[in-house]
Every structure is written in structure tokens, then in C-alpha cells.
């Protein structure tokens, strides 16, 4: 499983807040910024890699998954999930058949056909080989461009945006006590 690791120990001399902020406010701060960051990751990981490979942004964010973190346990885990990197075609909207194959959205998959399978699922289906059978589903695959999104993601930003958002939760938990 791919995945994208922050655990954070935070670094008082580094945030001046810091010093004036008791130990649980820290660590409430801590945890409240590493689920921000968490999200954040999710949506731009998602609508980076659904523009490079041209498909709708709530198909990728549902292989993306994200372990939150807890006041016990300050690390996050953002992530591939079991069905991660796969987009069956008819997911892609609707499917019309015509003479070289199928067009769904602006994308057309030669010598395929539209079936309806006897448990009720209608989708987009190719020949593995010239006989009738077997027949197996279109898939567009993204697992490459998650993967090196989710790199390069932890590589710039994530850090650095994890630290903007604990100074901020920091300053408003100290406002607010």
C-alpha cells in the first residue's frame, strides 16, 4: 500500500506561540492541524491526478484514503485503498455504443461493447481473445499518476503546510483560553 506518513513531535523552540501554550493545547493543536493536513493532502492528491488523467475528481478521492489522527496516536496516514487506481469505464458516465465500439464522455474504447450481466450490472466489456468468452470489463488504470503525485506531495508542501495550520490552531487555542 502506498502511503504518505506525518508524525509530528512538535518542536517548541521553532513556534514562539509555543512557549506561552500549555502542554495540551500543543498537543490539541498538533492533532487538529495533522487532520487538516490530512484533508488537505486527500482533495489536492485527488484534483491533481483526476486532471492529468482527464477524469472526474470524486472517482480518484474514492481511492484515496486517510487514517486520522488522535490525541494518543499524533500521526496521519494518507493513502491507496483496496480498490485504489481502477476506474471502470461506464463510472465515467454514459455509454453509447457505436459502430467501432463504445463512447463514454470524451473517451472511446475500440472493439468494445455494452452487456448487462445476468446479477444486473450494466457495463463496458472487451474479448480477451477472438472466441465468445471470456470477456473482461474496461478499466482506466491511475495508480502510476497517484503514486507519483502522492511523491512529489511528500516531498514539497505537505510539511510546510502542516506547519501553517498548527501555528494557526495554535494562536486560536490561545485566544480562545
Known sequence: MLAVNIVTT????????????????????????LNKTARWARSHLASITAKKSNVKVGLVRNSLSVVRARPSKPSIVVGLNQKAGVIKAHKLGAARQNASGVRVAKRQFDHAFIAQMPNGHQGVFRRRSKSRLPIQEVQIVITGRLRDEMESLSERGLMDNFERIFERELNYLLRVA
Not at 500549555?22 to 487538529?32: F, K, L, P, S, Y
Open 10 to 33: 512538535p518542536d517548541l523552540a521553532s513556534w514562539q506561540q509555543a512557549l506561552t501554550a500549555t502542554e495540551q493545547q500543543v498537543n490539541t493543536a498538533a492533532v487538529r492541524a
